[in-house]
């Protein structure tokens, strides 16, 4: 289910002045633009594209370590995080998923900080697994953490290497994409780079 820093005591650190693109206006803006980037670029994207796929890859292949630790703890849980998470889709986020051309969710997950994820249903997360922002996956609350310290050795290890190829991928997409739209973007777009606090 959800991932959050605020169901572990800490701050939730954000752009100050909200979610980014949390406004319809500005949502529809931003994916525009990508969008007009991808086509624009085409095969000069080649290097983000492949990124991307392999991101998509390596999250179906957590998908069910994740799922089992979600059955495991979520049915169960008093305080589920997704009611209070300071999320957000940020750049590599959409960029996943407009390389990938999959379908990119309505809307950011919140309005403003004091909403609450509108992708929170009474059964968990109504988002599949690959549209959600990726801050939702990684991030392990602490009784999911410690049933991950409790896998035999290499599961564990197999798990936790997938997790940080991910990571560098989606840094490696991001910087492959900016360094062919970099003039484009900024001049003809909105598209701010706008980064989860920890990934
Ligand atoms: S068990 Fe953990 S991930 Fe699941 S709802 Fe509770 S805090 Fe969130
Ligand atoms: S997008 Fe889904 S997993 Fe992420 S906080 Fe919202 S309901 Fe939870």
Known sequence: MLK????????APGP???PPWADPEAWAEVNESILRLVARYGPALAPAAD????????????APQLDALCRRTCLHCPEPCCLAAK???????LLVLHLNRMTVPAAQPLG???AVCRYAGERGCRLP???????????L???QAAILRGWPAGMRRSFERTVGEIKQLRKAMEEAFIRVTSGDRKKRTGCRMWRQPAR
């Open 112 to 114: 403003d900080w004091g």
């Open 141 to 143: 609350c602490p009784p």
């Open 129 to 139: 697994r690959e549209l959600r922002p990726w801050i939702c996956s990684w991030y």
């Open 16 to 18: 100050p002045c909200g």
């Open 87 to 93: 999320i957000w889709f940020d750049t590599a986020d």
């Open 51 to 62: 990124a991307a796929r392999a991101v998509r890859v390596r999250l179906a292949s957590l």
């Open 4 to 11: 959050t820093r605020s169901g572990s005591g800490a701050a």
